[in-house]
């Protein structure tokens, strides 16, 4: 494991107004952890995991995963292997790279995912091969095997598939919908290099590493390649929008690939820009323009770009969800977690997001099953039983009759900000049979006569 830098802040709350391009903007930070030993954080809704190696014993090399509940104001720890990394989440799920099986040297870490929900763990992975760099939407995870080839594996399915395979390496999987992207590393591209002014001078082959960002959309089953140039790097996605860095024109920039229009659009000009991310309109990176490492965000939707850190410490990894960014910043030998809101540049994004649980999830028919809505930022619902049946009560009912299994999906949705599905399987066997009594006084004389006859 490389032991990211790591920092410590003083403060715990505090508020920066900022106006860049005469944009009020209020940014309330947080600090979110405090043992120094917390990296690579991301977000999703009310809940900020990482990875932490405060229990390492001073080996540097024992690491778990944690939980913030912003709700809650609670910390929870997810995993007590020693061996997890490089967390993400989705909705109640989290996921993770895992060395408990083997050995991190002997590259053989497996894909974990823990349900929330039901606090179940599930070891996803178990062919032993080197799986990392999970991503995760909806009832989709992605890694990568031996940095060769992307695999999906699918929740509701319990099925793994692969889903791109290349003679180059494969870094940095990310997923949303039906569009996984991800780095596409070649180890040599062959450059001719003039040696001498001379034209009767003799050029050269010069080899050179290449990296470049692409997708695939499961929808038609097709790979496109966005960048040409060999120097693109850490895609993420949102929607349509595919946004990396690139460093084509003798600086390191942000940049974003638009699927729908085919387009690709410059974000930042000229400065040290790395680590993207994006949720909505709002894109934010690591800068270092100032020769500090400094968290920005660019909104798309007013052309705006805010700076939301200023000091010496080193920032990296940013993760943002709605108004929330998180990064890891260090400084002075510990690393810690903080966050930030943005408010008073432009409206709070609301999307839904679908969850629920149930009283029970499999018994004998008739099975009465009551479904309660846990989803965030919904107004309406639609529920499918798995049976043919529907409802879009908040919080149903529902008696399953016959026995199966069933598929039941949770379609949250609101009027702005369209829709997120959630589904659970309830297992519904037959119901016991019963004895009829006729029978039963069948057999109670069977058994009288027997005894009488042999007590005579």
């Known amino acids: 494991m490389v032991i990211l830098a790591m920092f410590s802040v003083l403060f715990s709350s505090a508020v920066l107004a900022a106006t860049i391009q005469d944009t009020p903007t209020t940014i309330t930070k947080t600090q979110i952890t405090t043992s120094g030993s917390a990296e690579r954080p991301v977000i999703f809704g009310d809940k900020i995991i990482w990875q932490d190696y405060r229990n390492d014993n001073g080996t540097g090399i024992s690491t778990d995963i944690y939980m913030y509940n912003l709700s809650a104001s609670k910390e929870v720890q997810v995993t007590t292997s020693g061996s997890a990394e490089a967390p993400v989440i989705y909705n109640d799920k989290i996921v993770w790279m895992d060395g408990r099986n083997g050995n991190f040297s002997l590259e053989k870490p497996d894909i974990y995912v823990y349900d929330l929900s039901t606090h179940k763990e599930t070891r996803v992975t178990t062919n032993g091969s080197y799986s990392t760099s999970p991503a995760i939407y909806k009832d989709r995870i992605v890694w990568t095997n031996y940095s060769s080839s992307v695999q999906m594996y699918n929740l509701s399915a319990h099925q793994e598939s692969q889903i791109v395979s290349s003679e180059s390496m494969i870094f940095s999987?990310?997923?949303?919908?039906?569009?996984?992207a991800w780095e596409d590393f070649h180890v040599f591209r062959d450059e001719d290099v003039q040696v001498g002014s001379n034209t009767s001078d003799f050029s050269i082959r010069k080899k050179t590493p290449t990296r470049d960002i692409c997708f695939y959309?499961?929808?038609?089953n097709k790979?496109?390649?966005i960048t040409t140039d060999g120097s693109a790097a850490h895609p993420a996605i949102y929607e349509d929008r595919i946004v990396y860095y690139d460093w084509r024109n003798g600086s390191c920039d942000i940049y974003m690939y638009n699927i729908s229009t085919s387009t690709e659009t410059r974000i930042t000009t000229n400065v040290a820009a790395q680590d993207p991310a994006i949720y909505?309109?709002?894109?934010?990176?690591?800068?270092?323009r100032d020769g500090n490492s400094d968290i920005y965000v660019y909104d798309l939707s007013t052309h705006k770009e805010i700076q939301i850190t200023n000091s010496e410490s080193s920032k990296e990894l940013p993760a943002i969800y709605e108004n929330k960014i998180v990064w890891e910043?260090?400084?002075?030998g510990s690393s810690n977690i903080h966050m930030c809101n943005i408010s008073g540049d432009g409206p709070e994004i609301k999307t839904p997001v679908a969850n629920f649980?149930?009283?029970?999830?499999?018994?004998?028919a008739p099975l009465s099953v009551k479904f309660t809505d846990l989803s965030e930022n919904a107004t309406g619902w639609n529920w499918n039983f798995g049976d043919g049946t529907n409802?879009?009560?908040?919080?149903p009912i529902h008696i399953y009759s016959v026995a199966g299994k069933y598929t039941v999906k949770l379609t949250a949705n609101n009027n702005e900000n369209g829709t997120d599905i959630k589904t659970s399987e309830i297992k519904v066997q037959s119901a016991p049979r019963e004895t009829p009594c006729g029978f039963n006084l069948l057999i109670l004389g069977i058994i009288t006569f027997y005894l009488f006859r042999k007590s005579t």
């Open 173 to 180: 999987p990310a997923i949303y919908g039906n569009i996984i």
């Open 217 to 220: 959309d499961l929808s038609t």
């Open 223 to 225: 790979k496109t390649q």
């Open 280 to 288: 909505g309109d709002r894109i934010v990176w690591v800068d270092g």
């Open 329 to 332: 910043d260090s400084f002075n």
């Open 357 to 364: 649980s149930s009283n029970v999830t499999e018994g004998h």
């Open 391 to 395: 409802s879009t009560k908040r919080n």
